[in-house]
């Protein structure tokens, strides 16, 4: 059954209420960033001792590219750069889908759906403040729910 429908029939928190949820309340400020002349190998090194496969590339306060785990396998093994090398700005996304604080939950998810990604950046006058993914989402909506079992 879908969460929408669990949750009218448990008269739990309104969906609206849920898709209405500023994103400042739910994103994640404990944020990994790096820099953009980061090599390779050090970033892979980043997510492993901070448990992430995703990495925020900063400059400063400000976002200019993400880069996956996924990014940085796919260079070393399919374009066979040198991992030691290459700083992960040669390989990072650099025009990043984003999201303000003040969005809502429905329209992150529209994000997410449209530009098919599981995480948003939260930028907030230009400057890094959060981070939100699908998880994050699903894992608000069902903790809800449990509230109210």
């Not at 209420?17 to 980043?46: C, F, G, H, P, W």
């Not at 090398?85 to 529209?110: C, D, F, H, R, Y």
């Amino acid at each position: 059954m879908p969460i929408l429908d669990i949750l009218k029939k448990r008269k739990q928190k309104d969906p609206e209420e849920i898709a209405r949820t500023k994103i400042s309340e739910i994103m994640k400020t404990d944020l990994v960033t790096i820099s953009e002349d980061t090599s390779l190998a050090r970033s892979i090194n980043a997510m492993r001792r901070e448990g992430v496969n995703y990495l925020l590339v900063t400059e400063g306060e400000k976002l200019v590219g993400v880069v996956t785990d996924g990014d940085i396998l796919y260079s070393i093994y399919e374009k066979k750069v040198n991992p030691e090398k290459t700083p992960v700005g040669k390989i990072m996304t650099k025009n990043v889908t984003t999201i303000s604080p003040k969005q809502t939950v429905k329209k992150a998810l529209e994000l997410i759906i449209s530009k098919k990604i599981r995480r948003l950046p939260v930028i907030e006058k230009g400057k890094l403040v959060g981070l939100v993914s699908l998880t994050d989402i699903e894992d608000y909506a069902g903790y809800l729910i449990i509230l109210k079992v």
